[in-house]
């Protein structure tokens, strides 16, 4: 696409156009502007956002917010896509690579209500706003008493949906309410421990090319290299469980010099059976040791009960 010189003459970034998919590429885009690159946007709308009726859990399938930016990739429309690295398959289609993980923004959910300060205020039967089964099966652990309702759409619609007063609380990201400068929002931050968070929850994943070597030479200035490895073990774990979200399934790790603690949980899909966690640690340095790291969480998660979904033996170009 671009003549002899190794500096891409000007990048194009394609991105969902939510709110907080763009303030996220326009993030990208002045951070490579400040290093001398000449960047573009391109907007785009995916199955992830026109499907706004239903759970996505009920949709099934896979990466239903990347594929058409994946297609403006292949098609030389694009350059590099940003994604919340939270909804980014554990498999990228055979061309495609994770070129960069940034820094993580906090990674923990928020309790966001008008009328209660916290999960512990919360009046008996509550109605809580979620249509994350990971939400859903924790929240339902912590309060087995509250009422959980679906709750769609990007973060703009799901608080005018609280403040129409459908819901007592809502449960979201809090790297997303953050990001979009809506931190006022936030009531309460769950303790990780109690709502463990999403595998990647709070960080941002640049997906290229494999071909575009210059590409991820622009890039690999942006990376952090111990976000890369803790989300890096995180999604080792979605990956061996066949994680979606059709599966509630947790995966948070932290790094204390080069020890990287994990831990994980599994529900089933009804909710009937309790809560799986498992925790690991182990010294972490590099990609092997972190999807090792992960891979073993996942063992252990399996060999207390959880039941992996059926994993695809071939990768879908
Ligand atoms: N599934 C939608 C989505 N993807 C990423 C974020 C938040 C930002 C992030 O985790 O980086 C959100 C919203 C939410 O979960 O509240």
New binding site residues.
């Given amino acids: 696409m671009n003549s002899a010189s190794s500096k891409p003459a000007s990048i194009v970034i394609a991105t969902r156009e939510s709110q ?1 998919a763009m303030w996220q590429a326009e993030h990208v885009q002045a951070i490579l502007r400040s290093r001398g690159h000449e960047v573009e946007l391109l907007g785009m709308t995916t199955k992830g956002d026109q499907i706004l009726d239903r759970a996505l859990s009920k949709v099934g399938g896979k990466g239903l ?1 990347v594929k058409e930016l994946e297609v403006a990739l292949e098609e030389g429309r694009a350059d590099m896509a940003v994604h ?4 980014v398959p554990m498999e990228l289609p055979e061309g495609f690579v994770l070129a960069c993980v940034m820094t993580r ?1 906090d ?1 923990r959910d928020a309790f966001v209500s008008n009328k209660y300060a916290s999960l512990d205020e919360l009046p008996q039967g509550a109605v809580v706003g979620t249509s ?1 089964l990971r939400r859903q099966a924790l929240l339902q652990a912590l309060r087995p008493d509250l009422k959980i309702e679906p709750l769609r759409g990007n ?1 703009n619609t ?1 608080l005018r949906k609280l403040d129409e007063g459908q819901y007592d609380a809502i449960v ?2 809090a ?2 309410l953050m ?1 979009l400068g809506m931190a006022d929002r936030i009531r309460m931050k769950f303790d990780p421990a109690q709502m463990l968070p ?1 595998a ?5 994943g640049i997906e290229v090319c494999t071909n575009r070597q210059d590409i991820m030479e622009a890039l690999a200035p942006l990376a952090d290299m111990p976000t890369w490895l803790t989300v890096t073990a995180e999604r080792a774990v979605s990956r061996c469980m066949g994680g979606s979200c059709s599966m509630p399934l947790a995966a948070f790790g932290r790094f204390e010099g080069n020890t990287l603690h994990m831990d994980a949980a599994w529900g089933d899909i009804e909710g009937q059976k309790p809560l799986v966690r498992v925790q690991a640690s182990a010294t972490v340095t590099d990609f092997a040791t972190a999807n090792a790291l992960g891979e073993s969480l996942a063992a252990q998660l399996q060999a207390a009960g959880a039941i992996p979904a059926k994993v695809s033996a071939t990768k879908q170009a």
């Avoid at 919340?84 to 909804?87: C, E, G, N, P, V």
């Fill in positions: 907080l917010f919340s690295l939270k909804d923004e990674p994350s973060v799901r979201l990201a790297a997303g990001r999403a990647g929850q709070g960080a941002l």
